[in-house]
């Protein structure tokens, strides 16, 4: 088990204005950005991406949603092999993954 974080993305983000007008969605490119972000506040330091081992997208992200982000990281001197999932409640009540992604970080 990873650490644990839960996000709100915010309906008045800029990021909206742009992406779908009228119905938006959470850019893929800013979901990544997310977990880059919190990965770097839980190691201490400012990460960027290093390799995208794999990355699915398997529903969207909405303004307003509630989600859940569960970081797995193993951390040695220079980088930062990371397993992570972002997922949501489902209207029916049930966890939906939205997003697995693996990597390196450095």
């Given at each position: 088990?990873?650490?644990?974080?839960?996000l709100h993305?915010?309906?008045t983000?800029?990021?909206?204005?742009g992406h779908f007008p009228g119905?938006?969605?959470?850019?893929?490119?800013?979901?990544?950005?997310?977990?880059?972000?919190?990965?770097?506040?839980l190691i201490g330091r400012r990460l960027r991406w290093k390799e995208?081992?794999?990355?699915?997208?398997t529903g969207m992200?909405?303004?307003?949603?509630?989600?859940?982000?569960?970081?797995?990281?193993h951390a040695d001197a220079d980088?930062?092999?990371l397993h992570a999932e972002i997922s949501k409640i489902s209207a029916e009540g049930q966890a939906a993954v939205m997003l697995?992604?693996?990597g390196t970080l450095i």
């Open positions: 088990m990873g650490d644990t974080m839960h993305l915010c309906e983000h800029p990021v909206y204005e119905q938006p969605i959470c850019p893929g490119v800013f979901t990544m950005s997310m977990v880059r972000e919190c990965a770097s506040r995208v081992k794999s990355c699915r997208f992200l909405y303004p307003g949603d509630d989600t859940t982000l569960v970081l797995n990281m980088d930062v092999e697995t992604i693996k």
